[in-house]
């Protein structure tokens, strides 16, 4: 194997091979923690494979330790396939033994017979279940135009699993993306305001002391700066969904940022929820994944969180069952109607902004704006007078804030770090009952009279 600081070289599409393959490396780059999983990986690997053959009665014609070293570019080849999704589908390489011996072969740094044996006991022997490792694609070879394609070797998804449930895949393979330098200095309190022109708006510190609910984040920042945040993927499947197929990179480009601040809008009071941590920005369905400090995590939120502080603020308590269930109306619009409503100056905006979006999702349903505002506003009559006098939503962000501060600092008086995604929180599995005795607490704190429920 080689640790040579060259770059790696992606193959030109067309000659030996086609443009669905990869050709094997011939040295490993990549940092310290991925060569020494990749080692460990390969060690293992060639113990399975050589009792594998010994069961199968097959005799090893290489020395284990060159075996390894034949393993160790295969494998390492393959996590790159695995890692970049939906650029290659195979290894290419050659079983030419003219292409390994001679002074100007194409891969004289690599064995032909440890190759040629490597080859051979992916394809042979079993991963998982009844699936090999690779499924071997035989080169091929046109005389007359003396042109063809080299042996291509496509991971099985039993392998593909194996490789990414040990961290051998991962964006930007092997290097991982480069980690932004994080401002630990940046000010805990901030301030966003409007352009005078409406089009921009300006972040800028708030210049005050941090009260009572938001001392809390010079302990936690302290924390979060320390704590190590990785992704656990079951299957390639799991995996895939972090990668985005139209812009061919990955979905979470911007892993950097671990401090939280909490901003306000306009003026001091409003809004005010809390930024700055790169897993906020994280989709939700890859948030599953995540691991604090190699410990699985679970997430929980309030359900129905924005109509429950309405009703905390009209200091009436909401109707028992699901309060976005209405029957033969999905769901899912029922809680537009909540979002576009809270951030609207008027029913009419509240209404036009819901028509713009069935526009562009649900063309059909334009006709039912109207109707599906009053179905809502009708049963949640109780609430409805607190819409459109002055920021509502910017009222219902800061008592959300507040509550999230008030989580955060009973989970981090315990001794547990916690990461707020707004109205939800995600904490080790191990910490889930004090996650939750925390947020029914934290906000019966501000409106005692008012029984959350959880999800």
Known sequence: MGLGKEPLAFPKTGGAYDSRSLLIYTKVQGNRTYKDRLDRF?????KDLMKSASQAGLKLKVKRIDLEKALLCLVHTFAHVASVCDRYNY????LNKNDYDSARAQFKSLSYPSIREAVDLLTKCVCEGNEAYVIKKPGTYD??????????????????????Q?????????????????????????????SNDGKTKKVQALGRDLNQDEAVLVILNKKLKALRIDFSFPEHAAYNLSWNYKSRTSRLRHMSGNQLSRRFTNNDGDAGRLYGHWVQQCPSNLRDYLTFNGTPTIELDFSSMQLYLLYGMADVQPPPGDLYGFDQIDRYWMKSVLTKSVGAK????????????????????????????????DFHSAVYDLLFHGQ????????????????????????????PIHDSFIVQSRHKC??????????????????????
């Open 91 to 94: 290894v290419s390489l050659s």
């Open 434 to 455: 004090e996650l939750e005795t925390a947020m029914l607490q934290a906000f019966q704190s501000v409106f005692p009279g008012l029984q959350p429920t959880l999800k």
């Open 392 to 419: 509502t939503w910017a009222r219902l962000q800061y008592f959300e804030s507040t509550i999230a501060l008030r989580v955060l600092k009973q989970t981090t008086e315990a001794g547990i770090i916690c990461i």
């Open 166 to 194: 040990t961290g051998l895949v991962f964006w930007a393979h092997p290097n991982g993306f480069k980690k932004n330098k994080t401002d630990n200095n940046q000010s805990l309190l901030q301030l966003s305001k409007q």
């Open 346 to 377: 008027t029913r009419d905006e509240a209404i036009a902004a819901l028509r713009a979006e069935m526009k562009d999702t649900a063309n059909k349903l334009l006709k039912k704006a109207d109707e599906y505002f009053d179905i809502f506003w």
């Open 143 to 164: 005389k007359a135009s003396k042109s063809g394609l080299r042996t291509r070797l496509e991971p099985t998804t039993a392998f593909l699993n194996q490789l990414t």
């Open 42 to 46: 390969v060690i293992d690997l060639a």
